[in-house]
């Protein structure tokens, strides 16, 4: 697994774009307004922003007060040459995920998450279509 990003869960993503694009000064590669993400081109690994709300409805956590202890503010991002068998690799290790691979058309991606002992998020993800 290589770490491709780190993905910031932000309760207030104008706000959070604002610093790290402008206070920072960090280069900003890819914004979707209406999708609410944005993408920092910080090296090898990237930083991404994305609410918190949409994050934990993509991993089906969505009936979680936002500000709940147990929602994320932060996922590690690893990519993997196939999530499939990642996943069934990983659970022969006993590794409890919080979803099966599955399909985000809108991200172009094939992912999976479970959680470390402490339970941080982890996403392992696959392009669609294309490497990158």
Same mark, same amino acid.
């Given at each position: 697994? !290589?770490?491709?990003?780190?993905?910031?869960?932000?309760?207030?993503?104008?706000?959070?774009?604002?610093?790290?694009?402008?206070? @920072?000064?960090?280069?900003?590669? @890819?914004?979707?307004?209406?999708?609410?993400?944005?993408?920092?081109?910080?090296?090898?690994?990237?930083?991404?922003?994305?609410?918190?709300?949409?994050?934990?409805?993509?991993?089906?956590?969505?009936?979680?007060? =936002?500000?709940?202890?147990?929602?994320?503010?932060?996922?590690?991002?690893?990519? =993997? &040459?196939? =999530?499939?068998?990642?996943?069934?690799?990983?659970?022969? !290790?006993?590794?409890?995920? =919080?979803?099966?691979?599955? &399909?985000?058309?809108?991200?172009?991606?094939?992912?999976?998450? @479970?959680?470390?002992?402490?339970?941080?998020?982890?996403?392992?993800?696959?392009?669609?279509?294309?490497?990158?």
């Amino acid at each position: 697994m !290589k770490l491709l990003q780190i993905r910031l869960l932000v309760k207030d993503f104008r706000k959070s774009v604002s610093f790290y694009k402008n206070q @920072l000064e960090l280069p900003i590669s @890819l914004y979707e307004e209406d999708m609410e993400y944005a993408l920092f081109n910080t090296g090898e690994t990237k930083i991404e922003l994305l609410p918190r709300n949409m994050m934990a409805e993509g991993v089906g956590e969505g009936n979680k007060p =936002v500000d709940a202890d147990t929602q994320s503010s932060f996922l590690f991002q690893f990519k =993997v &040459e196939d =999530v499939d068998k990642a996943y069934k690799h990983l659970c022969e !290790k006993d590794i409890l995920f =919080v979803n099966e691979p599955h &399909e985000r058309t809108e991200w172009g991606a094939r992912i999976a998450h @479970l959680r470390d002992p402490d339970g941080n998020l982890i996403e392992i993800y696959t392009m669609l279509g294309r490497d990158e």
